[in-house]
Nanobody, 118 residues
Framework: QVQLVESGGGLVQAGGSLRLSCAASGRTNSIYNMGWFRQAPGKEREFVAR????????YYADSVKGRFTISRDNAVNTVYLQVNSLKPEDTAVYYC???????????WGQGTQVTVSS
């Protein structure tokens, strides 16, 4: 099992920044890939970004490309999502998730709320 705990959400004005963190524990040696997703009220959950557990091959949704940056700190088993130039439409609960190679995302955190005011 892998446990994921997100933190770093909050209320910011449009144009502001936050750094979201996702701390992983448990059987982290089984993780192949980590992702960030978000779900706005009344909308489906959507993919935001992903990175390999090794720290390479970041990939982003078009809607956040150039504004969000995903990274990983090997020393503390934590994946970060730096979110800059925030827009009101970025308001959502942000979730991190982990998957093993060849599997769907099966481990999920509890989510952290990001609210962007205009």
């Amino acid at each position: 099992q892998v446990q994921l705990v997100e933190s770093g959400g909050g209320l910011v004005q449009a144009g502001g920044s936050l750094r979201l963190s996702c701390a992983a524990s448990g059987r982290t040696n089984s993780i192949y890939n980590m992702g960030w997703f978000r779900q706005a009220p009344g909308k489906e959950r959507e993919f935001v970004a992903r990175i390999r557990w090794s720290g390479d091959s970041p990939y982003y949704a078009d809607s956040v490309k150039g504004r969000f940056t995903i990274s990983r700190d090997n020393a503390v088993n934590t994946v970060y999502l730096q979110v800059n130039s925030l827009k009101p439409e970025d308001t959502a609960v942000y979730y991190c998730a982990a998957r093993r190679q060849g599997q769907d995302y099966e481990y999920w955190g509890q989510g952290t709320q990001v609210t962007v005011s205009s």
